[in-house]
C-alpha cells in the first residue's frame, strides 16, 4: 500500500529527503512504498538540485497539509513559524508528522506532545539532534531502563570545525569562521551556532528525553565560541585539554514531590586529552550518555548535511510507515507512543552548579602574586589543581597566570573571583571557561 508524503521544504535536508524517496532502488523495501505526493516551497522558479513533477510543488504549505492525498508530513522548513502551526495543523488532522528543527521542538516540545497524545498520532524527531546519528529513539527506548547520570556532548558541527581549526593550525578565530562560511559549514549569519543558541535547542530535547519531562529552553545558561581567545585554546593544549562546545545536561537529583534537578549548560569547555569527546573533530558530532546500569555510550558521526539529516527524516518517515503497515492504512497508532509521559524537571540555580574551571589572569609581573591569588580561593574552600605562570609579551610586561581549579559549586567560585578581581596585582580576568 503506497503512503503519500507531504513535504514542507525543499532547501538542503528538504531535497536530500526528496532525493532518497525518488529513488528507491537498493534502500530498504518499505522506501518503495512512500511516494511524494505534494511539496511546499518558497519560490516556484527557483532552479533545484533535483527534478520534481511541476504539478507537486505548491508554495501554499496549508494545502500541502490539508490534501487527503497526503498521509505523512514531514517538516524540514526550518523557524519557529510557520511550522509550528503547520505541525499542529498536521496533528489536528490526525496526521503524523517528522520534523528536523530543533527550534520548535526546544521550545514548543510540550504543546506538540500534549497535541499528538490528545490525537494519538506520532511527532517524531530524530534528525532534529545529531543529524545522522541515531540518538533519539536509543534514548527513549533503548536506554529508558538506565538511570541517566549525564548527557553531554559536541551538537554543534560549525563550532566543532572551527575549534578543531584553530586548536590544529593556531589559527584565529575570524579567519577560521571565515572558511567555514566559504566551506558551507556556516551561515552567512552564524550567530545559532557560534554563540551557543543551536546546541542550547539541542540539548533542551536530549535533556527532556533522557529524564522524561521538559525543560525551560531559555533558562538554559548558553556561552558561544565568539569570544574565545586562541591564547585559551593553546595554553589548554599545552596543559593536556583540548577545548571543546559542549552542551551537558546533568541530574543532581530527585525532590520529594519527584521533581528532577538538572543542571543543563553550553559553554566552551576544556576537556582533558583522555575524554571521549576530547577526541571529535572537524563538522562530526558526538553524544555521551553516561547511566545506570549500562556505564558510558557515546554515539558518534556526521552532525549535519543534507545526507545525514536526510538519513535520519527518512528512517523515521519508515518508522511510522511500519507501523501504520501492522496496524493497518485505517488503524489508530497508541497515543502512549506519540508523546513522552512527562514529569517534572527544574534547572537548578546555577550557583549551586558543581565544576571544575579554567581562569586565566592578567596580573603584575611580581613576587607574591601567586600566592595572593590562591588565598583568595583557599578563603572560599576553593581547591586548586594546577597554577601556571606563563611567558607572556603583553604590553606593558604583564603576566598571565592560568588556574584549574577541583570540582567547586559555582557560587564559592564566583566568590573568589571577585576577591581575585579586587586585588591590586590583577590587571583582567582574561577568560573563564569549564573544565571536565
Not at 326 to 347: F, K, M, N, Q, Y
Request: net charge negative; with cysteine; aromatic share 4%.
Amino acid at each position: 500500500m503506497t503512503i503519500g508524503i507531504g513535504l514542507l521544504g525543499l532547501g538542503t535536508v528538504g531535497a536530500g529527503v526528496a532525493g532518497i524517496l525518488t529513488t528507491p532502488q537498493g534502500r530498504h523495501p518499505l522506501v518503495s512504498e512512500l511516494e511524494l505526493r505534494r511539496v511546499a516551497v518558497r519560490d516556484l522558479s527557483r532552479p533545484r538540485p533535483l527534478d520534481l513533477p511541476e504539478a507537486i510543488l505548491s508554495t501554499d504549505p496549508e494545502a500541502v497539509v490539508d490534501d487527503p492525498a497526503v498521509d505523512i508530513v514531514v517538516e524540514v522548513m526550518g523557524g519557529l513559524e510557520p511550522a509550528r502551526s503547520l505541525i499542529l495543523r498536521a496533528i489536528e488532522a490526525g496526521k503524523p508528522v517528522v520534523t528536523a528543527n530543533k527550534a520548535v521542538i526546544a521550545r514548543y516540545g510540550d504543546e506538540i506532545a500534549a497535541a499528538a497524545a490528545a490525537k494519538g498520532v506520532y511527532v517524531l524527531i530524530e534528525a532534529a539532534v545529531g543529524g545522522g546519528i541515531p540518538i533519539i529513539e536509543p534514548l527513549k527506548q533503548s536506554l529508558g531502563g538506565n538511570r541517566i547520570q549525564r548527557v553531554s556532548g559536541i551538537i554543534n558541527g560549525t563550532t566543532n570545525y572551527i575549534l578543531s581549526r584553530m586548536a590544529d593550525e593556531g589559527a584565529a578565530y575570524a579567519d577560521v569562521l571565515a572558511d567555514a562560511q566559504r566551506l558551507g559549514y556556516a551561515e552567512a549569519d552564524p550567530a545559532a551556532d557560534v554563540e551557543g543558541g543551536d546546541a542550547a535547542d539541542k540539548i533542551a530535547i536530549l535533556a527532556g528525553l533522557a529524564y522524561g519531562g521538559s525543560v525551560e529552553r531559555t533558562a538554559i545558561p548558553t556561552e558561544g565560541i565568539h569570544r574565545l581567545d586562541g591564547r585559551d585554546v593553546n595554553y589548554a593544549d599545552q596543559l593536556g585539554y583540548a577545548v571543546k562546545l559542549v552542551a551537558s545536561a546533568r541530574c543532581l537529583g530527585t525532590d520529594a514531590d519527584g521533581t528532577v534537578q538538572l543542571d543543563v549548560s553550553v559553554g566552551p569547555t576544556l576537556l582533558p586529552r583522555d575524554h571521549p569527546l576530547a577526541g571529535v573533530h572537524g563538522v562530526n558530532n558526538a553524544i555521551l550518555v553516561e547511566g545506570d546500569p549500562v556505564g558510558r555510550v557515546m554515539f558518534y558521526g556526521p552532525g549535519a548535511g543534507a545526507g545525514p539529516t536526510a538519513s535520519a527524516v527518512v528512517a523515521d518517515i519508515l518508522n511510522i510507515a511500519g507501523i501504520r503497515e501492522v496496524a493497518g492504512a485505517g488503524g489508530a497508532l497508541d497515543p502512549l507512543l506519540a508523546a513522552s509521559r512527562w514529569r517534572r524537571c527544574r534547572l537548578v540555580d546555577p550557583g549551586v552548579s558543581q565544576h571544575r574551571n579554567y581562569l586565566r589572569l592578567r596580573t603584575g609581573d611580581q613576587p607574591g602574586v601567586i600566592g595572593r591569588i590562591g588565598s583568595c580561593f583557599g578563603d572560599e574552600g576553593v581547591s586548586i589543581r594546577s597554577i601556571v605562570q606563563f611567558d607572556s609579551s603583553l604590553d606593558g610586561g604583564d603576566a598571565e597566570i592560568v588556574v584549574i581549579t577541583h570540582e567547586v559549586a559555582e557560587a564559592s567560585f564566583r566568590r573568589a573571583l571577585a576577591a581575585i578581581e579586587a586585588l591590586g596585582d590583577v590587571t583582567a580576568v582574561a577568560a573563564c571557561l569549564r573544565t571536565l
